[in-house]
C-alpha cells in the first residue's frame, strides 16, 4: 500500500541511490526510464542518483578493481554479490578520455566501457533522450502548478496498468 501524508510536502520519491545497482541494470532501460518518470512526478521531493539522469547502467568491477568494504570482505569468489562499485562508477560527461570526468590517468573505479555513447554530451545533441526528458521533468516539476500543488490520486485500471493523476 502507499501512503501519503495529507499535505504531501514531506514525501521523498528516491528509485536509485548508492547502495542499489543502478536502476537501468534493475528494471532495464525503457522500464528504468519509466520508474525515474514516476518517481519525479509523485508529490513531494524527486530525488536523483549520479547518472539516472541518463539512465546510466552499472560497470562491471573485477576482484582486483574492487574497492568496497563490503565486496572486499566477501573475497575473490563472493565480492560481485556484496559489492556496491558496480553503481558507484564516475558520471558519463563525454566520449572524451576518462568519460570527460577527470583529465588524470585513472579514476577511483573504472569507467563503463559504454561512456563513448551512453553520455551527457551525446544526450545534449540527440533529438530525442533520456536527459531531455529529464530535462522535461524537470521544467513541468519547476512551470506547472498541477504537478507542484495538485491532489494525488491512484488508479488500478487493471492488473497491468497502474496510474496516478
Known sequence: MFLLPPNH?????????????RVAGRFGNEFGLSAIILSQL??????????EEINMENTFISWEDTVDPSGCQAGPDEYWRFSRDPERTPFQWSADSMAGFTAGSTTWLPINENYVTLNLEAQKAAAVSPYKVYQKLTAARRDIIAVQTGEFKMLTLNSNVFAFV
Open 9 to 21: 510536502k514531506n514525501c521523498v520519491s528516491q528509485v536509485g541511490n548508492h547502495d542499489q545497482p
Open 42 to 51: 509523485l508529490p513531494g521531493t524527486g530525488v536523483t542518483y549520479n547518472g
